[in-house]
């Protein structure tokens, strides 16, 4: 299964990651969608535990704030796609302008980058201080500053090609090996009908 969980900027102020289920994407042909359905680690609700290194997938981010404060126009977060072994470096780093209200909360889609590398896949976000005038609660928050990031989504990226002669091929020969079991026996079983001294034949 996919790993998640939500990240906290500040207190009051949380995010959770969640991939877009690009099965019930209408730019997709028929085709891409039917293919999508049966991808390799599909689960319901459209997450993938498992995506490919041409894949170019989109997540949503849902950011709630619970804070006193009105995150106004110029406030921004950072988002992060890192592959690789342990807390991976980011191989994308982008940023989000978000504008939310106190009270309330606010969804915004990011990623479409091509995943490239074979790892273990991590979405991360961040960001910086906050800063405005006085006491006001209209503040700006700031994007995430270097390369640090929480991990707020996790997932396996694979050749497709390497895919199948990991987990697939040996599948294929289980059923083959299955098959060829049943005909030997079927066809001993018509041997010994032929044999038998009261056979029909």
């Known amino acids: 299964m996919p790993a998640s969980q939500p990240v906290t900027f500040h207190e009051g102020l949380e995010a959770r990651v969640e991939p877009i289920d690009e099965g019930q994407d209408s730019d997709l042909t028929l085709f891409q969608r039917a293919r999508n359905e049966f991808e390799p680690g599909k689960t319901t609700g459209g997450r993938r535990t498992i995506y490919f290194t041409e894949e170019r997938p989109r997540f949503t981010v ?20 890192a592959i690789g072994d ?7 780093q982008e940023e989000i302008d978000i504008e939310i209200p106190s009270g309330e909360s606010r969804e915004y889609e990011f990623g479409g980058e091509l995943l490239a590398f074979e790892g273990h896949g991590v979405i991360g976000l961040s960001s910086g201080g906050h800063s405005g005038k006085g006491d006001s609660v209209k503040r ?16 396996s ?8 002669v990991i987990h697939e091929r040996p599948k294929e020969m289980q059923r083959t090996a299955m098959m060829i079991t049943f ?9 010994l009908m032929f044999t038998l001294p009261f056979s029909p034949f």
């Open 140 to 155: 700006e928050l700031h994007s995430g500053s270097g390369r640090n990031y929480s991990p707020a989504y996790s997932f």
């Open 183 to 191: 005909l030997v026996a079927m066809i001993g079983m018509f041997q």
């Open 62 to 81: 849902e950011i709630i704030n619970d804070t006193e404060y009105d995150f106004v126009e110029g406030s921004s977060i950072s988002w992060y796609i």
């Open 157 to 164: 990226v694979w050749d497709r090609d390497h895919y199948r």
């Open 86 to 92: 342990g807390m991976p470096e980011p191989v994308y």
